[in-house]
Nanobody, 129 residues
Framework: QLHLVDSGGGLVQPGGSLTLSCTASSSTLNYNIGWFRQVPGGVREEIACITGSGEHTDYEASVKGRFSISRDDANNTAYLQMNSLKPEDTAIYYC???????????????????????WGQGTQVTVSS
């Protein structure tokens, strides 16, 4: 069982940066970690993932080259570094994990939300001048 806590959201100007954190109550070893976002009235979409092995990361097209996902299993924490932020990045951001070892080596690790068992509470990111 994982209890995930998201943090780091806030208000930032276009072109700015934010780093989101996802801290787990227990070891994150061997769990893939994904970051999702959801706008009001929209579906929750995975935008970044990192495999439990740490071998692979993958990104949704609109954030590729601007966002970077990483993990620090020694501290049970994953991160989403967001650069060159745009107004359309405004959303609630969630970290999530599927069952342990699921897709552990999968290169294309972006998956639909129903495959994830553990969720953070969400953190609001607002990009506006």
């Amino acid at each position: 069982q994982l209890h995930l806590v998201d943090s780091g959201g806030g208000l930032v100007q276009p072109g700015g940066s934010l780093t989101l954190s996802c801290t787990a109550s227990s070891s994150t070893l061997n769990y893939n970690i994904g970051w999702f976002r959801q706008v009001p009235g929209g579906v929750r979409e995975e935008i970044a993932c990192i495999t439990g092995s740490g071998e692979h990361t993958d990104y949704e097209a609109s954030v590729k080259g601007r966002f970077s996902i990483s993990r620090d299993d020694a501290n049970n924490t994953a991160y989403l570094q967001m650069n060159s932020l745009k107004p359309e990045d405004t959303a609630i951001y969630y970290c999530a994990a599927p069952p342990k070892f699921k897709d552990y080596h999968r290169r294309r690790c972006l998956r639909p939300e129903h495959e994830f068992d553990y969720w953070g509470q969400g953190t609001q990111v607002t990009v506006s001048s």
